[in-house]
């Protein structure tokens, strides 16, 4: 049986690499994995701190139960060109910085100590995808995903591939597919036991086929009582496959080994008329993430990356996920299966494509994508080609012809921003940024949301089509932006929203982006941040953001957002309509001071396809001396949601904000001891009506007792009324107490737990 061990302790990290450290452990920082090679700070910074060589050491001390057993480690990713040594011989090297690969250990271990040395190069090599141009995303070095100590059997499972058939049909049926890892190349021969069952460990069906060879294929037919994975009951199964075989000339050599995976049944096609998943329609409404933090860079664990599925699903209500640009997190893609949150996963690469080896590698990055990420529900389409890149009908046909042979069972795409693009995929995937610009490459397009899908791809007939960048860097906006801004970044996110939404030949559309991230200093805004995001780098919602969360239906969530700060003097002209208002109600209702309410209804004349357009209150519902001219009294207003008559949520917006509150909020208060683990936490400073305040100024000082500590700096300034920071656990178990103080707002203590 196989033994799969997390090794996050251990490690000994070195800022440098020299071949001394193949052969002798050398003094270091002890560090646990995950790890970021530099942690940079927030903004105006030097990316080329880490784009050079890193070392890693560790030593694995013998156990005798490695003994004629095959011993391996697995990395899920290092960024971005490693290699990987033990007691001075080479074992691996790697050169993509996403996607998982393995060193083989076995026959070069010894009694005793084995010393392993990684060396991971953060220089932006322009061999491997992505570099060789420009990209607009930082590629921190380091070991910055799990590392895991794997021992089996010298014949064992490599890797499971789950096909469902008959997924609508009331007895659906099932392929289980193995391949074996067997680096000797023995003759096998055996039997696979393959169990259908829930993820409770319930078996529901199960099945036995002979295993001779490199392969099995186990059918399960007629299984009747399954229920489908979907966006509201994201059910899923679990496939456990069990090997028993022999090798060798007598077949004296027994193995034994077990593996499964989790999967779920469901239809996802992309059409002429739309995407259907299950057999019925849905409009795509997406963000684009990126899988970075501040200060520690890719280097995240578990609980984060997944608490970003969570947003998205929960707090924005999005149905899509595209992984910008690259392979993330697994965590990240579990999460999404388990909400019922889509995916669309692309390989590495950003506009620039490179030499024919380097078009190999990135040939290579399609099948350890799809082999690592085949099984997730989640994930409804392929992306096979570099982003933003220029046509390349050799490289395109080979990623393409790899995607199918490998998965035939969901459609590809490449994403593209040029017009009449030729289509190698089965999905026209582009990036429309043509929303109010003409930048020199689209000259002559009349300002539009989205221009049609026959403009854009050049053909007489319709293709499945689905717009997978919009806005982004053509109005950057940061959460401390004057509110005409703020006001201008959300129309143009429902603008786009609402034209995608009436145009059934169009999919969906995936905005960019879910949250503002770090970058190289030759984008963004000078400050090494893109401030994109409807979010900002913190994950805290921008006004845009409730562009998206407002989607939802009542029953879900009510959402009732004034794109206010509520003076009288922010504005030109020092007016403050007119007031919109980003909600799912049927209606809302303004009141300031002692005037009487005023009613405003989802403004269907300049959104009339949106599932729930914006209130807007202007000349046509309130008169302006009911507001009071510059010079007079400014009242407080009260914005009240309405859904079947009832009130059902209601805003108040003070005429005189003073600071009251120090909000503090932790998305969790337990965490993990035994291994890297981090919450975020958020501060607020809020009114008399519990409301940001958008431009106070104020420092907040941190102090943690206890087994955690700060990601980045204790010192933080509160900027558009709040600011945050993660905090990570040590290692050890106990009470973990973090003393928030501030000038104005006095000092919080907040009690967590490291278990």
Known sequence: MRSVTKLHTEWIFHDHFSPSHIQQLQAGTSVRLPHNAVDLELNYFDERSYQKPFAYQRVLRWDSAWADREVSLEFDAAMANTEVWVNGQPVAHHLDGYTPFSARLTGLLQEGDNLITVKVDGSENPNIPPFGGQIDYL???????????????????????????????????VTVRGWLHNPTGQAVDGTARVRLCKLDGHVLYQTEVAVQGEQFSAPLNQLAGLELWDLDSPTLYQVQVELHCSSGEQQQYKHHDQLSTRFGFRTARFTTEGFFLNGKLLKIRGLNRHQSFPYVGYAMGQRAQARDADILKHELHCNLARTS??????????RCDEIGLLVFEEIPGWQHIGNLAWQDESVRNVRRMIERDWNHPSIVIWGVRINESQDNHD??????????ELDSTRQTGGVRYLENSELLEDVYTVNDFCHAATPEWMRGIAPTPLREPRQVTGLAHDVPYLVTEFNGHMFPTKRIDPEERQIEHVKRHLDVLNKAYGNPGIAGAIGWCMYDYNTHKDFGAGDRICHHGVMDILREPKFAAFAYSSQCEPSEQVVLQPVTYWARGEKDRCEVLPLWVLTNCDYVELKVGDFEPKRAYPDRDLYPHLPHAPVVFDGRHINMNDLGAWGMLWRDGVVTGYVNGQAVQQVRLSGSPVPTTLQVQADDVQLRADEKDA?????RALDQEHRLMPFLDDVVHLSVSGPAKVLGPELLPIKGGMTGFWLETTGETGPISVRIRTRRLGEQVLHLQAL
């Open 679 to 683: 919450t975020r936490i958020v501060l």
């Open 325 to 334: 640009h690259y392979p993330q997190s697994s965590y990240f893609l579990d």
């Open 139 to 173: 590629t921190y070095a380091g070991i910055y995903r799990d590392v895991w100590l794997k021992v089996c059997d010298p014949v064992s499972i490599a890797r499971i591939k789950v096909e469902t058939a008959d997924e609508l049909a009331s007895h659906k049926r």
């Open 395 to 404: 490289f395109y046909t080979r990623t393409n012809a790899l995607a199918r």
